[in-house]
């Protein structure tokens, strides 16, 4: 099925531009598009104009790689729960519909040109302390340590954050906890990540504060946007960690 | 061009650990002193950047992305095998060689793939120390699943994403040395050229994808971690901006560019649904354990599945392969898709797919089982094409996939090019002319964490570098070159946009070097591609200017890379006048349609030495033996 749509998107030449939303049509589309490829075909139109396309971050186009991601409607990735905006599909879309795209919104994910923004902090808040500290060499046998199951999936349910940001666009604080903890959690649960647990978590969020992120006052809507389906439960288990690390002083000498 | 595969001597299983020793060390106060480039972020070059610093050597690591984290090694869904014989089912090292070696239809490095065989136990223990949140049973230990058709359960995996959590985990090494300021991160940040200086690789030219700025990086050695080329045809199942251009350039320095025509097509992809498509999405490969694969029995029968009775349909892979049937090997699969489509028995509006019916298996186990194996790919593919595969049949279709072909490497991982280091997929690597499913992760992470590391030091402590900067002639020249190729792409300001042209090149290489080839469709795209590339630089438009964050700019020097790249990779098919692994020559087949190798002229990697633009490479041949495991016919039926 072909549909027509209006799209209003933002444009922004540069970190020092002010932008503004400039409108398109966007005519004939098969419904059996994904979002950014009515997005290509848009772009497409425009060169052969002889016009700039609108700048839109992308790699994988199947949901795993965290590059995409922009505001569809005010909504992170769009409309539909769970779905990355490659994989949104153009048949959610009626006829006539009008769109308004736009990039993350944060302070500290600075826009650089149309709905590309810079999410480098996210990497930063890793550099700070998202790791086990193995070096190449360091392993003990892979079996030697045998991890419940339970723990193992759960670990999992967080690890397999992409890095999007869509948490930080929905937040009205703009807080990176729920990347945060994901992290915190993926590594925390697991017996491994244990000799830096406490350490780890103080440091990822001093960066997080650093950067400029919000902290999370329980909107949840973090969690509705989402792609992956990481839970709000980790930010409640990043913060008992950090209670105790800062309270009751878990990880250091005088704890153990 | 000299090949010295510099292949240890000794048993197949001593030459690596005497190898080790033979290697020079570089002093471990001495590591520090010496700088080492590392270019892409994926499995190999993440786990290769972090081993390095780790062992104390400056390193700079660039990758295009935003971040580390998205290099397309993420997108891997499968699993990695290594041969520990956890499940006791009589796996071993030699086992895996074997199967590795057979696999590859006998166009690897015997001493390569034992090397291989032996480093993918060290591999799992890595990962797992690290945090991989692999699989486990309610024991608590690890999970093993047969993968891709072998008989013993190697494949260790991480739901259907095992790419993600291991690239997340070199990511996260390498993110703590850059913490630790032993790494320098250049994200957004593209190779463009090569820099030797007195023949040694010695530096890249890149372009600051945010600013546009040109310029140069030296260090002592230089290492390309850069993927794979599947998308020279357009539609691939790799990410939008994976690309040739690093090796290709390095190729025009002088580095040998091997058996580019080794490209592997994976059978279950989601098939084209419009001319718009703007790449293929793979289905994990484990869903032909329990889907049937059939076409109609008659060409351009119209009709929906349920009103086909099953004495209409031909299940052909059960058909032609009784023992294997849905299993068969990716190549045959593949192969025996693209058949069926051309007869006119294709599926789907487009005709251009082949059913993979769970029917029968929901009615054996029922939908919960069905589920709990396959559930999220069936939301993935409801999600992408809007049908409900508890309901219909899927519709796949063979899609570009992996290359197995790329810059020649010797036993050290280096090219023909002194301090030019190749790995993981972008080297012409260990899988010879097929590679097994989930062994790709394992080479890549091989290369990265246990097999550079002590190669690069070896020649680092041979050699006296001179000291350059950004004032040495030579590297002026590249970056001048560098600039004004970029600045042409800008000034041609023709009619076409570069996907249009880009497509257009895919669809020949596609049509004449894609599942099946032939000398007269060989010759026939290598008349076409020149014709093409001479309208690309004559008639692209590049909108915008390069100072600034330009995509369509990104994207032209790509293709035009791609461009000349094609025609390697047809004349590589050309000439290699048989039929293995992933490349099927159509005149090279038994009675019964099935591959026919040519052990006698072709048990040789090619190697073609670039000579100039509009010049025929020179092909040269590293020859190989099989000591261990002897050459035999693959028999699936």
């Known amino acids: 099925m072909l549909i027509n749509l209006t799209l209003h998107v933002w444009r922004q030449k540069g970190p020092k531009d002010n932008g503004r939303f400039v409108t398109y049509p966007a005519l004939q589309i098969n419904t059996h598009m994904s979002f950014l490829e009515m997005l290509d075909v848009v772009n497409e139109q425009l060169m052969e104009k002889g016009e700039e396309p609108i700048a839109f971050e992308h790699d994988c186009r199947e949901g795993i790689c965290g590059s995409c991601g922009v505001m569809i409607n005010g909504l992170p990735h769009g409309p539909n729960p769970m779905t990355a905006t490659c994989q949104l599909h153009m048949r959610y879309f009626k006829d006539g519909d009008e769109i308004w795209i736009e990039p993350w919104r944060a302070k500290a994910f600075p826009v650089l040109r149309d709905l590309v923004v810079d999410r480098s902090a996210f990497d930063r808040i890793i550099q700070s302390g998202g790791f086990i500290s193995a070096n190449t060499g360091n392993a003990p046998e892979a079996n030697a340590m045998p991890i419940p199951k339970q723990i193992a999936d759960r670990s999992m349910d967080a690890a397999v954050c992409i890095g999007c940001g869509a948490c930080v666009a929905a937040c009205p604080n703009a807080s990176a906890m729920l990347f945060t903890s994901a992290k915190v959690t993926h590594l925390g649960l697991l017996p491994q990540g244990q000799p830096e647990r406490y350490e780890r978590v103080q440091r990822m969020i001093a960066r997080m504060d650093q950067e400029g992120f919000g902290n999370c006052s329980n909107h949840g809507s973090c969690e509705a946007a989402c792609p992956v389906g990481i839970k709000v439960d980790f930010i409640a288990r990043l913060n008992r960690d950090l209670l105790k690390a800062k309270l009751c002083g878990a990880g250091t000498p005088s704890a153990v | ?637």
């Open chain 2, 1 to 637: 061009m000299e090949l010295n595969a510099k292949i240890p001597g000794g048993s197949i299983q001593e030459k690596w650990d005497r190898y080790r020793f033979d290697l020079k060390l570089v002093n471990a106060a001495n590591k520090r002193k010496y700088s080492v480039i590392m270019v892409g972020t994926g499995l190999a070059g993440a786990s290769g950047a972090a081993s390095l610093a780790e062992l104390g050597y400056q390193v700079y690591c660039y990758s295009y992305h935003d971040s580390p984290r998205r290099a397309h090694s993420i997108a891997a869904q499968g699993g990695i095998n290594a041969a520990k014989n956890y499940q006791n089912d009589g796996d071993s090292i030699y086992r895996l060689f074997y199967d590795t070696v057979k696999g590859g239809d006998f166009r690897a490095r015997e001493a390569n793939v034992y090397r291989l065989s032996q480093i993918s136990l060290n591999i799992i223990d890595q990962c797992v120390a690290q945090g991989v949140p692999f699989a486990r049973e309610y024991s608590g230990y690890l999970s093993n699943r047969s993968f891709g058709g072998a008989q013993v359960s190697r494949t260790f995996y991480a739901r259907g994403q095992t790419g993600q959590q291991l690239l997340l985990g070199a990511y996260q090494a390498l993110a703590r040395q850059i913490g630790l300021g032993t790494v320098q991160m250049f994200p957004r940040t593209e190779m463009l050229d090569m820099i030797l200086v007195n023949g040694r690789a010695r530096g890249i030219v890149t372009r600051n994808l945010v600013t546009g700025e040109v310029r140069s990086h030296l260090a002592d050695a230089v290492v390309l971690a850069t993927g794979g080329y599947s998308n020279v045809f357009y539609l691939s199942t790799n990410a939008k901006a994976c690309n040739t251009t690093a090796i290709w350039r390095a190729y025009r320095r002088g580095a040998g560019f091997a058996n580019p025509c080794y490209t592997q097509i994976h059978p279950t992809c989601i098939p084209q649904s419009g001319d718009y498509q703007s790449k293929l999405t793979l289905m994990s490969e484990s869903l032909r354990n329990d889907g049937r694969i059939w076409v109609p029995k008659q060409p351009g029968d119209t009709r929906t599945p349920p009103q086909i009775p099953e004495s209409e349909r031909d299940y052909y892979l059960e058909r032609i392969y009784p023992s294997y049937g849905n299993l068969s090997p990716r190549d045959i699969a593949s192969r025996r898709a693209k058949e069926a489509v051309d007869q006119g028995r294709g599926v789907g509006e487009m005709k251009n797919g082949v059913y993979l019916d769970f029917a029968e298996a929901l009615k054996r186990l029922g939908n919960t089982v069905i589920g709990e194996r396959y559930g999220n790919l069936f939301e993935m593919y409801e999600r992408i094409t809007g049908e409900n595969p508890y309901e219909v049949p899927m519709r796949i279709y063979p899609a570009p996939h992996y290359t197995m072909g790329g810059l020649w490497v010797d036993y050290n991982l280096m090219s023909t090019i002194p301090g030019l280091y190749v790995i993981g997929e972008a080297n012409f690597s260990d899988h010879g002319a097929n590679r097994l499913g989930a062994s790709a992760l394992m080479q890549g992470l091989a290369d990265g964490y246990f097999i550079l590391p002590y190669t690069i030091g070896d020649y680092l402590a041979q050699g006296k570098f001179e000291r350059i900067d950004s004032g040495h002639a030579e590297v002026r020249a590249v970056e001048d070159e560098t600039r004004q190729r970029y600045q042409k792409l800008l000034s041609i300001n023709g009619k076409r946009t570069v996907d249009s042209l880009h497509r257009e090149l895919g669809k020949i290489v596609w049509d004449y070097c894609g599942m099946g080839r032939n000398d007269a469709g060989l010759k026939k795209a290598l008349e076409q591609i020149p014709k093409l590339r001479d309208e690309f630089w004559h008639n692209v438009r590049v909108p915008g200017s390069g100072d600034s964050l330009n995509q369509a700019l990104e994207k032209a020097g790509r293709v035009a890379d791609f461009f000349e790249m094609a025609e390697l990779l047809c004349r590589d098919a050309l000439a290699r006048e048989e039929s293995c692994g992933g490349h099927f020559r159509e005149e090279s087949q038994t009675e019964d349609g099935e591959a026919r190798r040519d052990d006698a002229r072709f048990a040789h990697a090619a190697v073609w030495e670039f000579t100039g633009v509009d010049k025929a490479p020179t092909r040269h041949v590293e020859p190989l033996n099989f000591e261990y495991v002897k050459p035999a016919t693959r028999s699936y039926k």
